[in-house]
Every structure is written in C-alpha cells, then in structure tokens.
C-alpha cells in the first residue's frame, strides 16, 4: 500500500487510449503487468475514492479491472463499519453516492464499475483466478447504501436503451440489471419492482424481453404478488411479450387465483400462437395447474391443441418430404431443423410435466377416457398416453384398460394410428421400448380388436423407425411365434407377412431371426406352417443373391429331413413345407422376367430344381393316402393362389391328367364282376348311356380292395400297389386336376366335362329293411362309401358351379340334390351305427387333432341332442324332440323348432331317437368353395333333353328346391360365422393340442375378410329374393290358418325347412354387418353396396344418397320382415341385425323405439312349442331378447312396472303349464329370466342417474325424487315376488341385485334426499316407508338363507347385512343434517322367513335379543329402515366376495 501512495500524477496519454482488447490479447510479463497497475491508478480526493481504498479497492483508469485488495465479504464489511462510524453518518452516504454518481459519468468507467473487480495476488501466488463481483454489486450488497445506488443505477440506465451495442459485446441495460441479480437482500423490494416495471414499460422490446425474464433473480418472494398483476396486466396489453411473461410467472410464487385468470387468458390466445412459443406457453399452463382443476384444464387444453395443431403435421410432414428429397435449401434445412426442435421442446415439456406431477398425468388419461365415442380422438390422443406410458409406471395399467376400452368402442382405429406414428414418429422413436411394452401386452388379449392394434402397433414401428429398432420388432415377433400361444403365433405371422410385402429389403436384413422359427415348427398348425414357410421362401428365393443362400440351404435340410420322416406330423410340415417353396420358386422368376417377352419362363436350371422338388414330395408321400391327399390340396391351393410358370404347369397338368385317368376313371363296359360283398351298380349319371359307352368312377371296387382284399392275402396287393391309389385321393386329386385345368384353359373346363354326369360305381345306398342286419364292417364300409361319394359330389359341384350354360346349371342343382339325399342316407347309418369312423377328408394337424362324436356320446346324449345338437340338418332327417342343448353355443344356433324335424326314424320300428346330426361329423367333408353360393342366384333352369341327333326331344325345369337351398344356406352361414365374426380367441396353454374351430375352413382362411365380405354382398340380391320368397311362403301359411300357431300345416317338413332357411339368412345377414372391417375406411364402398342392395328392394335406385338414408330405409326394409317370422331363434337375429344396423348410424336415437317396439312384439307373441317340451325358447336367448327391450325403451322403470305388475300377476292367476296373457313368454319356467333381467336393468338404469346436489334447481329435485319413487316402487314389486316365486335361482338374484340396489340407493339417492327433506318432507317419508319394507324382506332372506344352510345364498348375507347397517347410519345422518332427530329410533328386528313366520331356533352365535316391533307413525318408516340393520349377528363382519358365475342358473 505504501508503494501506492507514491504513484506519481501524471498519467501516461497512450496507456489511457490504448484499446481494450489488444490489452486482452497481449500477454504481458509480472514486471510489466505491475507497471500498468501503478500507472492506470485512479486518482480522486473525493470521500467516495478514499473509503474505497481506505475499505480495500484500488479503481483503476480506462479499461482495466478494478482491483480488489481483500477479500469480497471483508471489503464489504469493512465499508459498512467505516460509512457508519464515520463522524458525519447519515450526511457521509450522500456524499459517497455523490460522489460515485461524478466517477461513473464517464461511460467507460462506469462500464469498469459493472464488471467484475480484480483480486491483487502477490506474485509467488497462484495464477488461479477466482471469481470476483462488480464494483456496483459490492456497494449493493451493503444495506445502508442499497437505496441510493439501486436509484444512481436507474437514472443512469435510461442514457443506454436506445444505443447499439459497443464494440466489445457488451450491452449496457443487460449489464446494469445483471448487477440487481441474487443479492443477499433487498432493502426496498416494493420500491424495486416499481421502478422496473416502468423501465419495462418504456424500454425497447428486446430489452423487455431481458428485464422480464430477470424478474424472479432480482425480486424476493415477497414481491412476487404483486410483479404477477403488474405482469398480467401487461400481458393483456402486450401480446409480443407473452412468452417472457409466462416463463416468469412460471417461476414465481402466485396466488393460484391470479395463475387460474392468466391461464384462461392464455388459453383463448392458444389457436393463434407461433410454434415457436408453444413450449413456454404449455410450461406455463401445466405448471398453473392444481389438483381440483387438473381434469378441466387438460381437457380444455386437449380441445385447444388439437384444433390448433395443423402447424404440427403440416410442419413435420413437410419436413419428411424434405429428408427424402435431398435436393433442398439451407434455408429449408434450417426451418425444418427449428421446427422439429420447438416440436421435441413442447413435448419434453410435456413429459417432464407428467413424469414429476402424478394430478398431470391421470388427468390427462381421464381427459382421453372420458372423451365420447362419437367424438373424434385426434393422433395426440394416442401420443400422451404412449408418452405417459413410458414415464410413469405407475399408470401402465390404467393405460392399458384406456387403450383397450377406446379400441372396443371403435375410436382407436388403424387409420388413427397411422397417422399419429406419420406425424410424430420422431417423438414416438425415444418412446419405442415402451412401445414395443405395450404391444407385447396388447397381443396377449383375448380380443381381436386389441390384437390387431397390438399388431399394428409392431408393423408401424417397423415401418417409421430406423434399423436397430426394427431389428428389435422382430426379435419381438418372433418371440411371439415361439410362444406357443395360438393367436400369438397367428397373429406375429401376419405381421411378418405384412412387413415382406410392406419392405422387403429390410426384412430381409433381418432373415437370420425368422430363420430360427424353424426350430419350433413341431407345435404349429398347418396354416401357421404355411405362413412361415411362405415368409422365409420369399425373403430366400424373391432376389438371387448370395445373402440368402444360407437361407436356401436351410430350408431344403428341413424340407427334406421332414419328407423323409415315418412319422405323419413331421410329414405334413414337409409337404406343406415344399410345396409352398415351389410355389414361391416358379412365382418369382417369372415376375421377375415378364419385363422380356421371350424371357417370360423358369430357365432350365429353375424348371429342374421345382419339378425334382415337386417329385421328391410326390414319392415321399404316395406310400400314405393320407400323405397324398395333403400333397394334393397344397398344391391346389398354391396353383389356385398364384400362376404357375407355363412350362412348370403343363409338366403339373400332364402328369396329374393322366395318373387321375389311370387310377379311377373306368369304362362302363369294364365294370369289375369281383366278389364284392354288394351288387356294383353305375349310380347317379346325369346321362342316359349304352353299356358299351361313357365312363364313370371306380369308387366301390377301389374302397373294397382297400377295405377287404387287404385280409386276404399281401401278395397280390402288393404286386399291383404301385397302380392302386387309394380312394381317399379321388376328390383332392379331382380338385388339383380341375385347377390345371382351369389355369391352362382360363376356366374353361370342356376337357373334363365329362366328370360332371358320369355316374359312380356305387352299389344300393338306401338300407331299407337290411340296416339291423349289418355287421359292423358293413356298416363302416357303406359309411365310407357314402362319405367319398359325398366328397366327391362337393368337389364336382365346387369345379362346375361357375359354367354359365343352362344345362351344366342344371347338372349342378342335380348334383346338390344327390348331396342332400346322401346326406340323409347317412344320417340312418350313423343312427344305428356311430361307432364307424368315417375316412377323413382333410390331413392336416388340426384335423388329426379332432374326432368325431362317437357312440359313447350320441348314444348317451341322443335324447338330449335330437335336433337341437346339430347346425347341419339336411332335408328330410329325422331329429329327436327335446329342448336340452349341447351347449350354449349350440343353442344360439340351432333349427326353430327342433322337436318337429320330420318323423322318418319312425320307420325305424318305433326307435325314432336313432337319429344323429352331422355337425359333430362336419370336418370330413370336402370344404365348399365360396364360388358354389353362386348357385343362389339361380331361379328356374331350363334343362333341354336331346335326342340321338342332337335335336331337342324334351325340356326339363330345374329348380333350386328348399332341401338343397338350406343345405347351402348352412354351409355359408358356417363360413361367415367363422370368418367375418370369429369367437374371442382362446388361450392355448404351451404344448397342448390345439384343436381349432376353424377345422375344414382351411381354403377359406386363405382368403381375407375383405375377399368373403365383397362375395357375400355379390349374394345379397338373390338372398333377398329367397327372404321375400320365404316371407310370402310363412305370410299365406298364417292366412290359411287364420294366424293359428299350431293350426294344421305347421307342422309339416316343408314348414321346418322354411323356418330353417329364414333363420339362416338372417344368421348371415347379421354376420356380414357385424363385421368389424366396416369400420375401416377402405372398406366404405362395400358397405354402401351392401347397404343399396336393401335399399333399392323398396324403391327404384336414387344416386348419391347418403350413409344416413340407406342406413334408415335399410332398416325399414328389413324391420317389415318381422310379422312372419316364424321361430324365436330368428326374432333374435333379425333383432340383432337391426341393432347392428343402428350401430353405424351417427343418430341412433331416431331408431331405439322402433327396437324396443319390435323386441316387446316378440315377447308378447305366442310361440311355437315342442311336444315334449315346456317352451321352444332357449333360456339365454329370451335373456337377450327382453335385455334387449329394456335397453332401448323410453323408460325402463315403467316396462318393469308394466312386466312385474301385469304380466307377473297374470301368471300367478293362470294354471300350471299356462302363461302371462301379456307376455306369453313370460311362463314359470321362464320367470327367473325375467326376474334377473328385471333386477340387473333396475339397478343399472338408477345407477345411472347423477346424486343430487344442493345446486341443482328445486324442479330438478322434483324430478329426480320422483324417479326414485318409480325404482323404489319397481324394486318392491319385484322384491314381493319372492313370497309366491322361492326357488333358489331367484332368491340368489334377489339377494345379489337387492344388495347392489341398496348400494347404488346410498350413493345417488341419499345425498337427493338430505336436500329435499325440507321440501318434500311427506314424499321422503314416504320413500323410506316404501324402501324400509322392501329391506326387511331382504333381512328375512337372509335369516331363510342361513337356516337353509344353501352356500350359494349365505355367500351374498354378510355384504348385504353390511349395506342395510350403511343404510341405518346414512338416514340417521339425514335426519339429524334437516335437524329431525327426533323422528328416528332404533329397535331390533325379530328373525323371520319369507312367509314372515319367526324363526325360534338360532345358533348361539346369532344371540339375538327378540323385541317386538312397533309401526306406530309415519315416523316410524325411517325407524325400521334402521331396524332392520342392528339385528345382525355376529358373523355380520365376514366380508365375502360376491360372485357373477351364480348368475347363469336358471333352474
């Protein structure tokens, strides 16, 4: 310091010029540094230059650093203790101010005094520096001089608003509000934040946006109040500055009243807000959010984004049409690059908002759930909860229910999904893991609709994301696959297949992982199997190069190690295997080549390797029937689904023509004489022919060489076995043929025409008085006989169904004749003999899975099953009376009136239950080609005889006839059940059989929902005009018997066959619209088709009519069907139909009545009933029916009122076996249907109503006491029905729905009356009354419960005890809240049974104190409402859980 003092006055001139920033870039050495520092000392004998140097700070000229001698906290306290000990305090603070204001009028010294001072070290210290304060901040930081230099600091700051930047950077109003920064404390804080406020208001815009933003540094808590009015006033005011404002006010601690007002001011602006400022903007708004208000503000905010969010698709779409377009700007770049920046800044806002506040984030899933169905979700929707997903485990499954509610409902659909991962798949890659979580979970549904989103959630992840994540979407499916789950495995491979056509090169990076599936090939299905092999043949064989030879190689070890297995399964996986590769082999080298005209073949090479791959199969299988037969429809299959290569084809066609002409073709002229043990007879021939001329099938000789030559001797058999075929192939081997054939001559099938009418080498079929005679092997070779010449029928009708010509349509409608008659045949057989096991037609591992119902089954159940066990009931069988069902299943889809099938097992001696259906027998038959439903658009054929000279000698009508009509009708109802509405998938456990529903659909299942839903809509016209027909048939059939039920006439055959083919065309009807695929968008058009068809029944076509109107007089069309239907089983379907009708209307309501309407008819309609039965009603098909009708009428209470008040009372009068006059459904084996349905649609229609609130208007307490007065009335009608109607069924619904009612009535009802007890005090009393009653009965249910000792019914006492003790508090408590005490006392209730008669005995844990009762006053009601609670017992506190499964006993 004393070194200092002897500086020297004179100032170097250059040293005070010298620029600032060569002084920064020149280096200088200590000596010279000291040199500066005693030379650029400011010299100044004012008092504010001597307590500064006298408290430790050297000022320094120019543009060096201040320096500071001591330590900041020293300096600082030193000049506090110098200022106040000094002789003149408080006058010495003017001056020093004074004094500081005269040093910094200079800019660059007052610049000097902004930045931060430098620390004096001595030169053997080290060269670290520390950081040190301003000159300025210092003097802040001292309490006395706070004040006046905060004042100094705002005069001056004025002077530099307006200037431009200085040379080195700095900005000189940042730097002077930088220094009111994190001081230790504001002296004047009020003070303080006046002044910037009004800087503020006048500083320029930029500057503005720097003070605001600097507010929550500078000001103390206590300050934040009122810089938050002064900042949301001048958000109004100034909408520029919104972004700064909101980020402050984000900061600051508010009133949550001020934040509420500013939101909602910020919330009107959102639509017009740049994108840039979007992320502030929602920081803000989530942070303002409180948990009361949580749910209203994210709601709003949803609304508010979605509408406003076109700027986020517009902006990222074009930015993904730029990343593939290279050729772009910087400047495009540039803007792209901002937008996805301020994109993924709104959404890490967003997530950090969710992860870190839980009220956040449940509000925004309840937002998203709580959203109506007929509201539009938008693609954020689907973004927050997969963001929420991934950052808050603990929502996952709430999430999950969320998704899979709205995917039910329809509003998550693929197109939805679709665009959210095209809009924000950068978003939705940092979240991929968690989708990958979810989609994983998803396929583990049992519901198709969640499986399927699941699926897609797979194939757009693969789709948008980059290659580590698409490895990763095959690492996942192939797990599924190798689950052994079988909607898994299907599911996963569709998915594959998907992503093969979707991107075959990166599928094919990724071909070593699929690979690896054909390890666990032993547990897939046939189809499964196809798929796979398909997948991997594509990925191997679609492009010749040298990655995928390993592939190749592969394969062909597994093709070739299955074909050489002994054992069956593994067989079949190499035929299916092979057959599928040589498909894929000759498909692509001739796409491959079509560019070329004369290249358009396989090359030798690849000809030779399909047909040694297709004769490797051929000699692998032919030793086995059943190997061949399999062989033969995969290769049907592969020929029908893709084109063979010309050169490949004709080497199939000629060697299959042949060999099927060699093996089963013969002249009638060379009719085999053997020793059969029945007469050979050419049977069925469709043409009169010489015994010299004409060919037919040798079907009998071949099945007895198979059958009985092989016990006879192996020598002679096996010296022809490389010539005999075995008569199973006749059909396959016909199927492959005909398809060579077809593909070889575009569908012309004139070379094997001839197969159409030639007869079959059969002998007698019908068994007439020979049946009882037969030995077993008689019995199962003519069962086999009659199954392959069914078979072979189908196959013929399957190829020739499509010729146009009058008499091959005639030949056809023959043929299905001679199917319907087999079919009856052999049900006889079957009936007397159902041990014999017919000859499969199919060989595949599903089918090998299933046998038939054999006689341990038929025999036992026959009186049981009779008719009702089959959905394959052909003309003229005979079925058994009975009312029973398989299951329940069976009985949704069983004939009308089952008990009236027709009488021809009474032929059989008296032993009419000999009959047996064929549905259990269904998977051996030859499946029907969906092209065969062509043949209902025939009306009348014209079949024209000609003479030897090919002159017309006679005419014949043929006509579809209504055996053959309902045999077709059923087979395609089977398939549109199956297809179009599949059951919910099934859970297979790991290596168990999977035998599937789906047996004998395998060539339907080839084709897509899409393909069966566009063949039926082709069917729709000819399948009204046989509706209408059948209409008109039932309509004078009620004529003629003046709309007699059992009138004479009903119970013909015909009429059974009408009534059958009524039902299943609505059956299919219902089935097609049903189907959810309507619901896509590419699927529209199909549905309008479908939709014109019913509508143009009623008036000519009117073009472009909308949706609406062909939904309404669709409607209408099929609403008119409903005076002749004839059975109960199709009043549901045609109720169904409509109601699936109604679903795709957007204005539902206009059609509910008419539903209800319809569904009352029905039930007040008088059925037909069997002989032997009490009614024709399945028991869950009435459930339907009248649930049906109470969820569609206007008021519910007042059709239970009309059921149970009228109807009930009815029954009760009438005899024993009669019914309700209203209801002739209603009967008492049907009652406890009633009953529940009545019970569980009261308590869900009060469940529904909304509790009263104090809010509400007094008209809308008036309303909603007298809607309880109605459900109370309803609820006690039915409750008193339990004295006359006691058996269990409908005690355990009264105790389980009794309970749920008193429950629902303490939540809604309760909180009505503690409002309008002052009001309505009468009317409350006399509710409670009411409902006191009824739950006493309750309280006597209970007590008849536990002496019963009946399990099922005690399980429901101790929750419902628990609910009549909640209901005494609950009136107690309204009582004394109207201050009404008085009228409420407790007493105990006597144990009582349901006739009322008490019970004496009780166990000694149910001590009980009996005490009389008193119904002494009106006040009195509310009293026994109470009573009926404090009786219970001890074991009162048991909590059981109550069970559902109850709910299906009718008994």
């Known amino acids: 310091m004393v070194s200092k003092r002897r500086l020297s006055k004179s100032e170097d001139k250059e040293s005070l010029t010298e620029d600032a920033s060569n002084t920064r870039k020149q280096p200088l050495s ?76 200079d800019q660059d010294i007052f610049r000097n005094c902004l930045l931060s001072c430098e620390r004096l070290q001595d030169e053997e210290a080290s060269t670290g520096k520390s950081y040190s304060k301003s000159l300025i901040k210092l003097l802040l930081g001292i309490d006395i001089l706070q004040p006046a230099i905060i004042k100094t600091l705002f005069e001056k700051l004025p002077e530099f608003l307006f200037e431009s930047v200085n040379n080195d950077g700095l900005n000189m109003p940042r730097l002077i509000i930088s220094q009111l920064k994190w001081l230790d404390r504001v002296v004047d804080g ?12 006048i500083a320029p815009v930029y500057l503005q946006h720097d003070f605001i933003t600097s507010l929550p540094e500078i000001l103390g808590d206590s300050q934040h109040a009122d810089v938050g009015k002064e900042l949301s006033d001048l958000l109004t005011e100034n909408t520029s500055l919104t972004v700064p404002i909101l980020d402050v006010l984000s900061s600051l601690r508010l009133d949550p009243q001020l934040l509420s007002k500013v939101r ?74 901002s937008g996805e920046d301020c994109v993924f ?37 689907l973004v927050m909860l997969l963001i929420i997903y991934s950052t808050n485990t603990q929502t996952k499954k709430y999430i999950e229910r969320v998704l899979r509610n709205k995917i039910r409902s329809g509003c998550f659909q693929e197109q939805l999904l679709h665009g959210t991962f095209y809009i924000h798949y950068l978003v939705l890659k940092d979240v991929f893991p968690s989708i990958i979580s979810l989609a994983q979970n998803l396929l583990h549904s049992l519901d198709q609709s969640i499986i399927l989103f699941g699926s897609l959630l797979y194939k757009y992840a693969f789709k948008f994301f980059d290659t580590y994540c698409q490895q990763e979407v095959i690492g996942a499916l192939v797990t599924h696959i190798c689950s052994g789950n079988e909607a898994e495995v299907d599911t996963a491979l569709d998915v594959l297949l998907e992503l093969v056509v979707l991107n075959l090169s990166a599928m094919r990076l990724n071909a070593v992982y699929v690979k690896g599936i054909l390890d666990y090939l032993d547990k897939m299905s046939p189809r499964q199997i196809r798929k796979l092999f398909y997948i991997l043949s594509t990925l191997a064989f679609s492009k010749q190069n040298e990655g ?88 049907a299959n592969m020929i029908q689904g893709a084109k063979l290569a010309p050169k490949a084809l004709e080497w199939v066609g000629q060697t299959i023509f042949n060999d099927f002409q060699d093996a089963f073709v013969v002249d009638l002229c060379a009719v085999p004489k053997g020793d059969h043990p029945f007469p050979v007879k050419a049977l069925y021939g469709l043409e009169e022919y010489n015994s010299h001329d004409g060919i037919a099938i040798n079907l009998l000789p071949l099945l007895f060489s198979q059958d009985f030559a092989g016990d006879e001797g192996s020598m002679t058999s096996q010296e022809s076995d490389h010539k005999l075929v075995s008569p199973l192939c006749l059909a396959p081997y016909f199927r492959l043929l005909r398809l060579c054939v077809e593909r070889q001559h575009n569908g012309n099938l004139e070379e094997i025409d001839g197969l159409l009418d030639c007869p ?14 037969m030995s077993d092997k008689e019995h199962s070779f003519m069962c086999s006989l009659i199954y392959l010449t069914l078979n072979w029928f189908r196959e013929v009708v399957n190829a020739f169904c499509r010729q146009t010509s009058p008499e091959m349509k005639g030949k056809v409608l023959t043929r299905l004749k001679h199917i319907v008659e087999l ?23 599903e089918t090998l899975d299933v046998t038939p119902q054999t006689s341990t089954v038929v025999s036992a159940k026959m009186k049981k099953q009779g008719a009702t066990g089959g959905r394959k009931q052909k003309a003229g069988g005979s079925k058994t009376p009975s009312h029973d069902m398989l299951s329940k299943e069976d009985a949704s889809e069983c004939d009308p009136t089952p008990s009236n099938r027709g009488h021809l097992g009474k032929e059989f001696k008296g032993k009419e239950e000999k009959t047996v259906s064929l549905q259990n027998y269904q998977f051996l038959f030859r499946e029907l080609d969906m092209e065969v439903f062509s043949i209902l658009h025939c009306g009348l054929v014209t079949k024209f005889i000609l003479d030897t000279e090919m002159h017309t000698e006679a005419t014949e009508v043929v006509q579809l006839q209504p055996p053959e009509l309902l045999f077709l009708l059923e087979d395609l109802s089977h398939k549109v059940k199956n297809v179009l509405t599949p059951s919910v998938a099934r859970r297979i456990p790991f290596l168990k059989s999977k035998g599937s529903q789906n047996i004998g659909l395998s060539h339907l299942q080839q084709r897509s929902g899409q393909e069966i839903a566009h063949c039926i809509v082709q069917l729709l016209t000819p399948m009204c005009n046989h509706l209408e027909n059948i209409h008109n048939y039932f309509q004078c059939l009620a004529a003629e018997n003046n709309s007699i039920v059992d009138g004479p006439g009903m119970q013909v055959q015909e009429y059974q066959i009408m009534s059958s083919c009524y039902q299943k065309l609505l059956q299919i009807f219902h089935g097609l619209f049903a189907w959810r695929g309507f619901f896509q968008p590419q699927n529209q058009n199909l549905l309008y088709a479908a939709l014109e068809v019913f509508t143009n029944r009623l008036k000519p076509r009117e073009p472009d009519q909308s949706l609406e109107e062909l939904l309404s007089q669709s409607f209408h069309y099929l609403q008119n069907f409903h005076h002749s239907i004839p059975t109960f089983q199709s009043a549901i379907y045609l109720i169904r139909l409509l109601m699936v009708i109604l679903e795709k209307s957007t204005a539902p309501t206009q059609n509910r009545g008419k539903i209800a309407s319809l569904a009352r008819h029905f039930l007040c309609r008088v059925w037909p009933s069997g002989e032997k039965e009490k009614s024709s009603i399945p028991n869950d098909q009435l459930h339907v029916l009248l649930s049906i009708y109470l969820e569609h009428t206007d008021s519910v209470l007042k059709a239970i009122e009309e059921i149970a008040g009228v109807g009930v009372p009815e029954l009760i009068n009438s005899s024993k076996d009669a019914s309700s006059s209203t209801f002739p459904t209603l009967t008492r084996h049907t009652f406890v249907i009633f009953f529940r349905v009545m019970m569980a649609e009261l308590e869900k229609t009060v469940k529904g109503l909304q509790a009263g609130t104090a809010a509400d208007s007094e008209q809308v307490h008036e309303e909603k006491l007298l809607y309880w007065n109605m459900a109370v009335r309803d609820f006690s009608i039915l409750i008193n029905l339990i004295k006359v109607f006691d058996s269990r069924p409908v005690l355990h619904v009264c105790l389980k729905y009794g309970r749920l009612f008193v429950e629902v009535f303490l939540k809604q009802c309760m909180p009505l009356l503690d409002f309008s007890f002052r009001k309505h005090r009468g009317d409350v009393l006399s509710l409670l009354e009411t409902f006191q009653l009824n739950t006493r009965l309750l309280h006597h249910l209970c007590g008849h419960s536990k002496i019963h000792q009946d399990m099922k ?23 004394i809240f109207n201050n009404c005490r008085e009228a409420f006392w407790l007493g105990n209730l006597k144990n009582r049974d349901l006739q009322g008669e008490e019970i004496i005995s009780q166990n000694s844990q149910e001590s009980i104190a009996d005490e009389s009762e008193d119904d002494t006053s009106s006040q009195a009601s509310e009293n026994k409402a109470m009573e009926r609670g404090e009786e219970d017992e001890a074991s009162d506190g048991e909590k059981e859980e109550d069970s559902d499964e109850s709910d299906d006993d009718s008994d």
């Open 30 to 105: 200590k000596k010279t540094k000291k040199f500066h520092v005693y030379n650029e000392v400011e010299e100044n004998d004012s008092a504010f230059a001597k307590l500064l140097k006298t408290s430790g700070i050297i000022l320094k000229r120019g543009e060096r650093q201040n320096q500071l001698a001591v330590d900041q906290t020293v300096f600082q306290k030193k000049l506090f203790q110098t200022l106040r000990k000094h002789p003149s305090y408080p006058k010495i603070i003017e001056e020093f101010v004074s004094g500081l204001e005269s040093y910094i009028e």
């Open 760 to 773: 079959v080498l059969l002998t007698d079929l019908e068994p007439g008085e020979r049946l009882e005679s």
């Open 345 to 381: 800044l709104l959404f890490d806002v967003i997530k950090s908002a969710v992860r870190y506040e839980k009220a956040i984030s449940e509000a925004w899933i309840k937002a998203i759930e709580r959203t109506a169905p007929e509201s539009e979700h938008k693609t954020f929707d």
């Open 823 to 845: 079919q009856r045949i052999l049900e006889k057989y079957l009936a007397v003999a159902p041990d014999c096991s017919p000859p499969l037609s199919t060989f595949d591992l």
């Open 264 to 337: 909602q001011l910020v919330m009107g602006k959102l639509s017009s807000v740049k994108l840039e400022d979007l992320p502030v903007i929602i920081k803000f708004i989530l942070h303002s959010v409180t948990t009361t208000d949580a749910l209203e503000v994210i709601s709003e905010l949803r609304e508010m984004l979605d509408l406003q969010h076109c700027i986020l698709p517009s902006r990222l779409q074009a930015s993904q049409s730029r990343l593939k377009n290279k050729g772009r700007t910087s400047s495009s770049g540039n803007q792209e690059n």
């Open 190 to 201: 009020k003070d303080l934040t006046t002044k910037i406020m009004q800087l503020i208001s």
């Open 548 to 635: 995928s030879s390993h592939i190749q190689d592969d394969m062909h070890l597994v093709v070739r190690k299955q074909l050489s297995s002994t054992i069956f399964k593994y067989k079949v996986i190499g035929i299916i295997g092979a057959v599928t590769m040589a498909g894929i082999m000759a498909l692509d080298r001739r796409r491959s080549s079509s560019l070329s005209q004369g290249k358009a073949d396989l090359s030798n090479e690849q000809y030779t390797q399909v047909t040694s791959l297709l004769q490797l199969v051929h000699s692998c299988s032919k030793q086995s029937p059943q190997a061949s037969v399999l062989y033969y429809d995969e290769f």
């Open 1353 to 1375: 019914l005690t399980k429901h006492v101790p929750l419902l005890k628990k609910s009549l003790e909640l209901l005494v508090c609950r009136v107690k408590a309204m009582l």
